[in-house]
């Protein structure tokens, strides 16, 4: 556990530095947009649109941390579920796992308690409420059975997308756009979180654990399934590197001098040695 610390210590930080920047901007544009004192939030009467300019906000964040050379020597997980999932298909070893998960914590603890400075009582008015998931008024099993869909979808389509060479390209993009429909159309009914870091952390500067067990549970058991329901779908096939986005260099998942492709070389490797 120490060694692997002392070599991957930058991939925690990229980690913890992608949820506090999520945790961050998630909570200044919900101030721009729901405060009522925020001067878009009184141009902008439709609740519906404020949302979608908000998944807009979000979504291009993520795409952006998935192309970019963090995100990509991380893998841009920035997520415990995300990072597990990969797990239980055997592309993350046990200790990068347990840090990548308590980077991943840390982060969106820092994150809340630096934007409960910045934000003074406006994080605290009910409009923000600390940005925290909260389940909606339809109750908590409609918010868990809501979490576990849009958590198991994205998982699946990124698992799918990432293990194609015609779709590999544009796997940020994709997850960027679910994540801003998911934020435009899903947020009444379970505050859409996906991520139970970035709703602990939130939770933690407020002291309020309403339906904290619902953002532990069901993203994790529904990204662990997706990632189930796809191997046993692709128990023949060579499966990608545990990144979002692959770029060159050495990977501390593949443990090599890794392409833009690995699935592609990886299967070209296997013909060849089938052929001597």
Request: hydrophobic share 50%.
């Amino acid at each position: 556990m120490i060694d692997t610390l002392k070599r991957h210590w930058t991939e925690y930080l990229i980690e913890a530095g992608g949820l506090f920047g999520f945790l961050s901007i998630a909570s200044l544009l919900a101030a721009l947009l729901e405060h009522p004192s925020s001067p878009v939030h009184r141009a902008i009467a439709d609740v519906t649109l404020r949302h979608a300019l908000l998944g807009v906000g979000m979504g291009s964040y993520i795409a952006a941390l998935a192309y970019s050379p963090w995100g990509k020597q991380s893998g841009a997980h920035i997520n415990p579920a995300v990072t597990w999932a990969f797990f239980r298909l055997g592309k993350i070893k046990l200790p990068d796992a347990v840090f990548y998960t308590l980077a991943q914590f840390a982060g969106a603890l820092i994150a809340a308690e630096v934007m409960g400075l910045v934000l003074g009582d406006l994080y605290k008015h009910p409009s923000l409420n600390y940005n925290l998931t909260l389940p909606g008024a339809d109750g908590m099993m409609v918010a868990f059975v809501a979490e576990f869909l849009i958590s198991f979808l994205l998982m699946l389509v990124v698992l799918i997308a990432m293990n194609s060479e015609k779709l590999e390209p544009f796997v940020g993009a994709l997850i960027g756009l679910l994540i801003a429909s998911y934020l435009a159309f899903e947020i009444p009914y379970s505050g859409m979180s996906l991520n139970p870091a970035r709703t602990f952390g939130s939770a933690f500067l407020a002291r309020d654990w309403t339906g904290l067990w619902i953002y532990f549970t069901a993203p994790v058991l529904a990204m662990l399934l997706a990632a189930e329901v796809y191997r046993r779908f692709a128990k023949n096939q060579q499966l990608a590197c545990a990144k979002l986005q692959h770029g060159k260099g050495i990977c501390i998942f593949c443990d090599k001098e890794a392409p833009d492709f690995p699935v592609e070389e990886d299967k070209k490797e296997d013909k060849k040695s089938e052929e001597k």
